[in-house]
């Protein structure tokens, strides 16, 4: 029997820390841009998987605030491979019904990513059947920052009292606004730690480490991650007792 036909239930949003792409490329002697290369291909199995096995978001996390600081080359390499790959997908996207979101901050990508970015995110804006979200030059922390900004400046303009600042107020003014939080966090690549992803949206989410490297993540080792995901407990502060007679 294959992996799949064991899914029980699948998670509504997945998120996943895409880690390992370096190391993988550096074990078979090559530069690093291959890992990412051989990473893009990961990123389109688990896209098409994620599709059809019905989960209604997938947030990968593609290049974080932080990863600015790497060699320029890397960088402009990875930014490359971005353009490539929304040019590339747009028409698949649009087959498969998939709307594209950018959670980031957008304005620090190079124009001419924005632009692709731009084109992809307003073309496959009313497709339904699951949303994507890439995360570039994303930052939880700044995220917050972004959005504490926002609520000050409302209350400086009298459309906001700052008794009514709530989580609510707080998750509507960060990029994931109107999204579910995820119910499980997937990090490929052997790390166990967050890197500034999604610090408000994971508070009760379930993680899930494998050291597994990103470029040999597919679609079998996300079906067990999910296999293993419904084998938990989500108890959000009760016991087990009350969720049974719920
Ligand atoms: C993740 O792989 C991809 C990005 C951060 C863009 P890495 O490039 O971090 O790979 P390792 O962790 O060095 O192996
Ligand atoms: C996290 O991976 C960011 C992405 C996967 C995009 P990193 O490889 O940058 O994380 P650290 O530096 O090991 O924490
Ligand atoms: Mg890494």
Not at 57 to 74: C, H, I, K, M, Q
Not at 107 to 124: C, F, G, K, M, Y
Not at 223 to 232: C, V
Request: charged share 25%; with cysteine; aromatic share 8%.
């Amino acid at each position: 029997m294959a992996e799949s036909d064991n899914i029980l239930a699948v998670p509504r949003h997945i998120a996943i820390i895409m880690d390992g792409n370096g190391r993988w490329a550096e074990e078979r002697y090559r530069p690093r841009l291959f890992g990412h290369k051989a990473g893009v291909d990961s990123v389109r199995e688990i896209v098409e998987t994620s599709r059809t096995i019905g989960i209604e978001f997938l947030t990968l996390y593609a290049f974080s605030t932080e990863n600015w600081n790497r060699p320029p080359g890397e960088v402009t390499g990875l930014m490359g491979l971005l353009k490539r790959y929304l040019q590339s997908e747009l028409k698949t996207m649009l087959k498969n019904d998939i709307r594209l979101c950018c959670v980031g901050q957008q304005n620090r990508l190079p124009t001419d990513v924005q632009a692709v970015l731009h084109q992809t995110i307003s073309e496959t804006q009313s497709c339904q059947s699951m949303t994507l979200n890439l995360a570039l030059s994303y930052g939880g922390r700044s995220e917050l920052v972004q959005a504490v900004r926002h609520l000050a400046q409302k209350c400086q303009d009298g459309v906001l009292q700052w008794q009514e600042i709530s989580e609510l107020s707080i998750s509507e003014h960060l990029f994931t606004a109107g999204q579910p939080d995820p119910d499980l966090l997937i990090r490929t690549g052997g790390e166990h730690r967050l890197s500034n992803f999604l610090l408000w949206q994971t508070s009760y989410t379930e993680l899930y480490f494998t050291e597994v490297k990103w470029p040999d993540f597919r679609k079998d080792q996300l079906i067990e991650a999910i296999n293993i995901y419904n084998r938990r407990q989500r108890r959000f502060g009760k016991i087990g007792a009350q969720l049974q007679a719920e």
